[in-house]
């Protein structure tokens, strides 16, 4: 079974803050997908990284993944209440046949 | 396109009680699952079906059952509900093959009492 840890667990930091979210494994995956999930909703996908130290950058949000493939960062700079939800990394692997979710994070973003 | 919707949106059950959680989409995916998110726990995989007539087991597969008729629905069902199958489902959907970018539905909260 891949295992995908996230940290933090929870994040509260005020608006123009800058924060990094942590997506770790011992699995090396094919592409590894960031969504993002609003209270009451279901998650949206927010990104995919494939290639080892592939960075994307989608307005004030920069994901890395690792030049190994297991792991993942995502930097938020100066954060913007609408910024808050939860934040979940998957990884999937071509021969695994589906995506393993990691806990998630949960930021808050108090203005 | 309205994409993946589920429904319920909201359903409570006692148990014993058996029902059935909609999920259909409109973008011609062949790739459906279900999952179930629990506090603190991210999302877990309980069914998946790469293709009408074809499904598979993800990770919680106990008490519940899917099955594919067609390309665009997907339905979950519970036989005999239990507390601990209180949850949050979403259902989601993806192109076959790809990078394993899905789409999900708004979910449905179950609680069973």
């Known amino acids: 079974t891949q295992l995908l840890e996230q940290s933090p667990q929870f994040l509260s930091i005020q608006e123009g803050e800058n924060l990094t979210v942590y997506c770790n494994s011992s699995?090396?995956?094919?592409?590894l997908q960031w969504y993002r999930q609003e209270p009451g909703e279901g998650p949206v996908l927010l990104v995919t990284?494939?290639?080892?130290?592939e960075v994307k950058k989608l307005k004030r949000l920069t994901f890395q993944f690792g030049d190994a493939r297991k792991d993942s960062s995502l930097h938020i700079t100066a954060a913007q209440p609408g910024d808050t939800g939860l934040y979940l990394c998957?990884?999937?692997?071509?021969?695994?046949?589906?995506?393993?979710f990691g806990d998630g994070t949960t930021l808050t973003v108090k203005p | 396109n309205a994409g993946v919707t589920q429904t319920p949106k909201f359903q409570v059950l006692k148990t014993g009680q058996s029902m059935t959680l909609q999920c259909a989409q409109d973008m011609n995916h062949e790739y459906m699952s279900w999952y179930r998110q629990d506090p603190g726990m991210g999302l877990r995989l309980i069914h998946y079906s790469v293709g009408a007539g074809i499904t598979d087991q993800g990770e919680v597969p106990n008490g519940y059952n899917v099955s594919r008729s067609t390309t665009e629905d997907f339905p979950l069902r519970l036989l005999s509900a239990a507390p601990s199958q209180t949850s949050v489902y979403f259902c989601?959907?993806?192109?076959?093959?790809?990078?394993?970018?899905?789409?999900f539905g708004p979910g449905t909260r179950l609680t069973v009492t």
């Open positions: 699995s090396v995956f094919s592409s």
């Open positions: 990284v494939v290639t080892g130290g």
């Open positions: 998957a990884g999937a692997s071509t021969n695994a046949g589906k995506s393993t």
């Open positions: 989601a959907s993806k192109i076959r093959g790809g990078n394993y970018e899905q789409y």
